[in-house]
């Protein structure tokens, strides 16, 4: 019989009955450190007491009223996010392609309200990823992504990532903005070169267009900050949020200013359940720790000791592991074996871990990690170098 539920993913036989911390208990018996935290989401670990409570008891008053209504959870949580960042205005809604959706509607828009109806086109990186609706593989531009999908949707130029001539050599009378991951993340865990996110900055001031940042998985505190563009000194003028910004829970939010909050106007956008009172218990919850005196200090104590750690792994394992990047707890090892062999060696020997392009293993722990649960994740990774070792050597003789 065909699968109940539809095989569009590569799962790994495995099942998780419940989490404490930065650990997963598995239906085997056995227990995993979850340095994947499904994807950069998970960002509390697991079993959470503060975040589960404030679901827990917001889901006993009212889960959902919709937007004919004012949503106080909302009204206090967007404040909060206006208070913590550049923005001016939040839109919520529910997943990273779709605040992807809304932030460059709402660039299009903007433009269109200026004058520009006839400023467009967005340009967009190699080695994005900016989601799986029919726009955003489209703005992702991977052929593998767009493959059997029929006509990509206009409007999306491509250009090298790190390369500002080239960015400036595919600005048009027709480009309306620039969107921009500060650290690829499925691309490979690839940041942005000191510089460039100031070069996109300087190039949208001159030639009048908005600079839009994907911070989906980079953002929430994921990179030591806030948003990881705070370590370039540069502000967006539209950002989307998603993955940690509700610990798990399905959530994302577009921050914008005011010049491109006010094109999304009333009957313009929405979304049914976007900034419902539960999803913003979630998103109010993770705020409270991420805005805890001292949690993102601790965030950038606990990443500079996991680096230093990966980096000796690097040097003793060079002929598996041949190279180290990323940004606070967004880290990436490229791998000499296929990743997929890696993360499969990793995962036996009791790590979680996330497969990224550019065949990099990609490490993602929840923010909550201490010292133990790095000096675990070495340990595992040291027995998985060593594993992979014999594989590695063959395929360097050939
Ligand atoms: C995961 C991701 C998305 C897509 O988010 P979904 O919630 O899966 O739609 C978009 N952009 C980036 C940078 C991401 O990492």
């Given amino acids: 019989m065909y699968p109940a539920l539809m095989p569009n993913y590569n799962r790994a036989d495995l099942a998780f009955t419940h989490g404490t911390g930065a650990w997963l208990h598995a239906e085997n018996g056995r227990r995993y450190l979850d340095f994947g935290a499904g994807i950069a989401t998970s960002s509390l670990g697991h079993g959470h007491k503060h975040l589960a409570a404030e679901i827990a008891a917001q889901a006993a008053r009212v889960i959902h009223v919709s937007n004919l209504y004012r949503v106080p959870q909302a009204e206090r949580l967007a404040a909060r996010y206006v208070a913590a960042s550049f923005a001016d205005s939040i839109f919520f809604c529910n997943s990273g392609a779709e605040a992807n959706e809304a932030l460059v509607k709402a660039i299009r828009?903007?433009?269109?309200?200026?004058?520009?109806?006839e400023r467009t086109r967005v340009i967009c990186f190699e080695g994005a990823f900016h989601g799986r609706t029919l726009a955003m593989i489209s703005a992702t531009g991977n052929a593998k992504y767009l493959a059997g999908f029929g006509p990509?949707?206009?409007?999306?130029?491509?250009?090298?990532?790190?390369?500002?001539n080239a960015l400036r050599a595919a600005i048009t009378a027709e480009t309306a903005g620039i969107l921009v991951e500060p650290?690829?993340?499925e691309g490979g865990v690839r940041p942005a070169e000191p510089g460039f996110l100031a070069g996109l900055r300087a190039a949208c001031d001159e030639f009048g267009l908005f600079l839009g940042f994907d911070e989906v998985q980079t953002g929430m505190g994921r990179s030591g900050k806030f948003f990881a563009h705070e370590w370039s000194g540069i502000t967006p003028d539209i950002l989307s949020s998603a993955k940690g910004i509700g610990g798990g829970f399905?959530?994302?939010?577009?921050f914008a200013r005011e010049a491109l909050a006010k094109a999304l106007v009333p009957g313009s956008h929405g979304t049914t359940y976007g900034g419902g009172p539960l999803a913003?218990?979630?998103?109010?919850a993770v705020l409270d720790v991420l805005l805890a005196d001292g949690f993102l200090d601790q965030v950038n104590h606990t990443a500079a000791y996991l680096r230093a750690g990966l980096e000796a792994l690097v040097s003793r394992h060079g002929q598996v592991f041949t190279e180290l990047r990323g940004l606070g707890l967004l880290l990436?090892?490229?791998c000499a074996v296929p990743n997929a062999a890696a993360q499969t060696a990793a995962m036996e020997a009791g790590l979680l871990t996330v497969?990224?392009?550019?065949?990099?293993?990609?490490?993602?722990?929840?923010?909550?990690i201490g010292r133990a649960e790095c000096d675990a994740a070495l340990d595992m990774l040291e027995t998985t170098a060593r594993r992979l070792k014999p594989a590695a050597t063959e395929a360097l003789a050939k």
């Avoid at 828009?109 to 004058?115: T, W």
């Avoid at 990509?152 to 500002?164: E, I, K, M, Q, W």
């Fill in 355 to 368: 497969a990224a392009g550019e065949n990099v293993l990609r490490l993602a722990p929840p923010l909550i």
């Fill in 183 to 185: 650290v690829q993340g």
């Fill in 109 to 117: 828009k903007a433009q269109s309200d200026a004058g520009h109806p």
């Fill in 152 to 164: 990509p949707v206009a409007g999306f130029d491509h250009v090298p990532f790190n390369n500002l």
């Fill in 332 to 334: 990436g090892l490229k």
């Fill in 250 to 254: 399905p959530m994302a939010a577009v």
């Fill in 280 to 284: 913003c218990a979630a998103g109010n």
